[in-house]
């Protein structure tokens, strides 16, 4: 089993800045790309950062110059810090991880409960 727990979320105002954390544990060999999505009300769920294994980042359009993605490979955690808030930054984040366990010795793909943030104008 893997599990992934995200926290962090909560309510900003705006141009405010939090800081979401993502938590993997379990049968783990190694974890792969990790990566922060979002989904807005009536929205699907978008990528807004990525990681992957040798901590090569990547960001959408929306999260460039504003949210920051970095790992910490020995606590087998993710973060990702959002800057300068905005109302369309509410959503709930989710943490999305790619693990390849170690028995059975297989990639799995798993997703956190999410995390609200709520940025009110």
């Known amino acids: 089993q893997v599990q992934v727990v995200e926290s962090g979320g909560g309510l900003m105002q705006t141009g405010g800045s939090l800081r979401l954390s993502c938590a993997v544990s379990?049968?783990?060999?190694?974890?792969?790309?990790m990566a922060w999505f979002r989904q807005a009300p009536g929205k699907r769920r978008e990528l807004i950062a990525l990681?992957?294994?040798?901590?090569?980042?990547n960001y959408s359009d929306s999260a460039k110059g504003r949210f920051s993605i970095w790992r910490v490979d020995a606590e087998r955690s993710m973060y990702l810090q959002l800057n300068s808030l905005k109302p369309e930054d509410t959503a709930v984040y989710y943490c999305?991880?790619?693990?390849?366990?170690?028995?059975?010795?297989?990639?799995?793909?798993?997703w956190g409960q999410g995390t609200q943030v709520t940025v009110s104008s």
């Open positions: 999305n991880v790619g693990v390849i366990r170690l028995l059975p010795h297989k990639y799995v793909e798993v």
């Open positions: 990681i992957d294994y040798n901590h090569t980042t």
């Open positions: 379990g049968d783990i060999f190694r974890v792969n790309t």
